[in-house]
């Protein structure tokens, strides 16, 4: 599985990009095939695993890492 953070950076997303990072290599380590940062600006912070979105601050208001690594395991 490959897993996309696209995250803004102008807001100071990108320690949430990198915790996410470290917590899905953490949790799945070996089962990935890479978890690609991507810098991007307006606001953004979404999460795609094969390239379908799991997580999209836009819709859920928040960033919860611990919930973005359980989605990205179902």
């Known amino acids: 599985m490959h897993v ?7 807001c100071g997303l990108r ?3 990198i915790d996410l990072q470290t917590a899905l290599l953490d ?18 912070f ?3 695993a094969d ?6 601050k836009d819709e859920e208001g928040s960033i919860d890492v611990d ?7 179902e």
């Open 27 to 44: 949790e799945y380590g070996r089962d990935l095939d890479g978890v690609r940062l991507r810098p991007d600006h307006g606001g953004v």
């Open 67 to 73: 919930a973005i690594v359980s989605r990205i395991g």
């Open 51 to 56: 390239g379908e979105t799991v997580w999209d």
């Open 4 to 10: 996309d953070i696209e995250y803004c950076v102008p």
């Open 15 to 17: 320690d949430h990009a």
């Open 46 to 48: 979404r999460v795609a």
